[in-house]
């Protein structure tokens, strides 16, 4: 068994840390302040091939591996976790789906721009009346000649609201043509098609330098060929691509935490109180000794899973318990950090209190932490 990172890795990683702490986490305060999208910043992020890792030259990525990327997530989300975001929808999710199931066609033309970061992706999979039951969406595509006709509603879409997102992959019903009975089929609508309309941006607790708005199909239509994989496992396909994306917000959730341990243990030697800085007292002490054990862990569990899938192996159960557990650890690390901090900690402009409304919805995105829970019973046969 070999923990060490090759060599690749590590240049991705520093790399990574380089641009996040230089370049993204002094302006984080303002960006979420403000409710900024970052144009040059994400910008920068294709130009260093970020967007790509994983994805091959011949389409427009680096040819790097699922360890490399998600290390990157975790660094990028180290500086502001809204980037994090960025990348996990756009790289882990989307990028994904079209290199595994896109055709050689749809491949030049969607994944080679988002791959080189020239283009940014959106995934669409969430609607009003269903969140965690993802199997009861109501969006409908209905073949019409040459065109899809897609009707329906998308809530919550990650980087779609960005003036560089290309398109939105995303879940639709059809109809078995033989047997008439329902599937889910998955699509690439471009976002200038007839019909699709951007809805209104999200006014959210955190993530505010990420885009997140409603989407409306109102007869949207496509290409026939714009149907992305196999029209009966639709949805199979996004809980392929959305397992990945389990590993990356756990990489998110690392990245936050670690900034919080950063935050708390610079804080804890300045702060003086009872003569001494408070991180001479125990009880502070063992707040972070308990953090550093927690992100140890959640980190190791991301890069195994990780690690997994590169393989090619099975990996839903480690990717499920990366998620679960980096998620949960990292609202307790986020709220310890701000006890460490005490008053200041609750001040706007101390990144702890930004941290910690980052961290919560990560228990949230890309199934709850309930949904989590079910999927590991199962896994235990239960
Ligand atoms: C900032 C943000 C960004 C997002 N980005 C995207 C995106 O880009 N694309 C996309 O498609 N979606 C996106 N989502 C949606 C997200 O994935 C959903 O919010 C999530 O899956 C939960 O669905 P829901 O909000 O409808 O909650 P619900 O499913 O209504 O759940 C409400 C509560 O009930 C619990 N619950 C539900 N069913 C069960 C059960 N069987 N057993 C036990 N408990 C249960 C849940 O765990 C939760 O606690 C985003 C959400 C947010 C907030």
New binding site residues.
């Given amino acids: 068994m070999d923990f060490d990172l090759k060599e690749e890795h590590r240049m991705i990683r520093d790399m990574c840390r380089d641009f996040s702490q230089e370049v993204i986490a002094p302006r984080a305060e303002e960006i979420d302040r403000k409710r900024e999208y970052a144009y040059d910043i994400i910008a920068r992020m294709g130009e260093l091939g970020m967007m790509g890792i994983p994805i091959s030259e011949e389409y427009g990525g680096s040819g790097g591996d699922w360890v490399g990327m998600q290390l990157c997530i975790e660094e990028i989300s180290r500086g502001d976790v809204a980037f994090g975001a960025l990348l996990d929808?756009t790289t882990s999710v989307v990028a994904q789906e079209l290199d595994v199931f896109g055709t050689e066609d749809q491949k030049r033309t969607w994944l080679v721009p988002i791959a080189k970061g020239d283009k940014i992706g959106?995934?669409?999979?969430?609607e009003p009346d269903a969140?965690?039951?993802a199997g009861s969406i109501r969006t409908t595509a209905r073949l019409e000649g040459r065109e899809w006709v897609i009707n329906g509603s998308?809530q919550?879409?990650?980087?779609i609201g960005l003036d560089n997102a290309s398109l939105i992959v995303t879940a639709a019903v059809t109809k078995n043509p033989e047997k008439g009975t329902r599937l889910i089929s998955t699509f690439i609508v471009p976002k200038d098609a007839p019909g699709f309309i951007l809805g209104n941006r999200y006014d959210?607790l955190g993530?505010h330098g990420?885009a997140?708005h409603e989407v409306v199909f109102d007869n949207c239509r496509i290409p026939e060929e714009n149907l992305l994989g196999d029209p009966a496992r639709g949805f199979a396909q996004h809980l392929t691509v959305l397992q990945t994306g389990r590993i990356s917000i756990a990489a998110m959730s690392v990245g936050v935490a670690q900034a919080c341990l950063d935050e708390s243990v610079r804080y804890s030697k300045e702060r003086m109180q009872f003569g001494k800085p408070i991180g001479r007292f125990q009880a502070v002490q063992f707040k972070l000794a308990d953090m550093s054990v927690a992100i140890e862990l959640a980190r190791n569990q991301y890069l195994k899973a990780a690690w997994l899938k590169d393989q090619g192996r099975r990996h839903t159960f480690e990717a499920t318990v990366a998620k679960l557990f980096a998620s949960e650890m990292v609202e307790k690390v986020a709220s310890d950090a701000i006890q460490i901090h005490g008053g200041y900690g609750y001040i706007a402009e101390y990144p702890v209190s930004r941290y910690y409304k980052g961290a919560k919805?990560l228990q949230?995105?890309?199934?709850?932490?309930?949904?989590m829970r079910?999927i590991l019973s199962r896994e235990l046969g239960l």
């Fill in positions: 929808v959106a995934f669409g999979l969430t969140g965690s039951d998308k919550f879409i990650t980087n959210k993530w990420s997140t919805v949230i995105v890309e199934g709850t932490s309930e949904v079910i």
